[in-house]
């Protein structure tokens, strides 16, 4: 196989992984969460969402998480912005890049955004103006590229097409998202080699939810047409507020453990991503989805049960 030296992860737990937890998750725990990311090598973080506080309340502290966190240059923080009223937010709190996100299924759109494939990048074209205009970075991100919750089957021609719009508004990556983790390896090729004819394959994304247990396999298999930018969630969290059952990223320690395995770099500490895993899954009180990280949580608590007290 022939496998790139160097992957880099967007760790999108602080965004995608908390959007759909129902209590609200304190401020300082957001905060904390991301710094425990900055320290552990991460550099692209996604860390909140400038939407309607009324569709994902969740998200609604996103201004003051960007203003408490503690930056590491070099690392990019990201932020969603649906519309230009994000898009302000976004520049006030001092996001290195905005991240338009469509569907590629019309029914998707509707649920997610309140609006067509079309009219969405209407939205979008001030937004990727202004920021162009203020020298931002500009992600895109296509949910349903491999299945829709409401649809079911997406075909790869409107992938495509929605790959195209977005490039033509001029963003600097794009998103290849399985929102609802029904992709299985031969299909994300297909999909990931005809988004390439538009698109540069060095600025392709994987963005895959496990839903289905696929997404390593999904990365393996894009990882060999080319693909070297994924996202991931620590501890495997999250979930999509706007498609019921779809469970968290593919955990990032997880992701790690097989990119590192391979022996591709990333620049990340796997050790302290699984700390910050524990951390957060303690914080929320949820169960920490990463068999890498439930895996060596259990071997080193073992060796410190097995480590004689100092005599
Ligand atoms: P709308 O209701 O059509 O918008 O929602 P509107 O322009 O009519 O505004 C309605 C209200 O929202 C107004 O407030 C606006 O001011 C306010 P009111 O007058 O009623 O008090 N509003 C905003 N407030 C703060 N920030 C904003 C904003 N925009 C409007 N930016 C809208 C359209 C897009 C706003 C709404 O549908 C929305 O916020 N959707 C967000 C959905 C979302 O965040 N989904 C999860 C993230 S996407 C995802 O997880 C997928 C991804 O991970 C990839 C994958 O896995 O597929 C990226
Ligand atoms: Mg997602």
Redesign the pocket.
Known sequence: MNLPNYVKIVE?GP??GL??EKAMVPTDVKVALINQLTEAGFVNIEAA????????PQ??DGADVMARIQRRPGTLYSV??????????AVAAGADEV?I?G?ASEA?SQK????SIAESIA?FEPVAAAAKDKGIRLRG?????LGCPYQGEVPVSAVVDVVRRMRELGCDEI?I????GVGTPGKVQDVMRAASAEFALDRLSG?F?DTYGQALSNILASLEVGISIF?ASVAGL?G????KG?TG?VATEDVLYMLHGLGIHTGIDLEAVVRTGDYISQAIGRTNSSRVGRALLTKWAAASEATPACA
């Open positions: 999108v965004r995608d959007q759909n969402s400038f939407v309607s506080p009324k569709w994902v998200m609604a969603l912005t649906p519309n230009m009223k994000g898009f302000e937010g991240v996100f569907a998707f997610n955004i309140n609006c939205r991100s296509i949910s349903c590229s998103d998202a399985d929102t609802i963005h939810h996202h999250g999509c507020p706007y498609a779809a990223n």
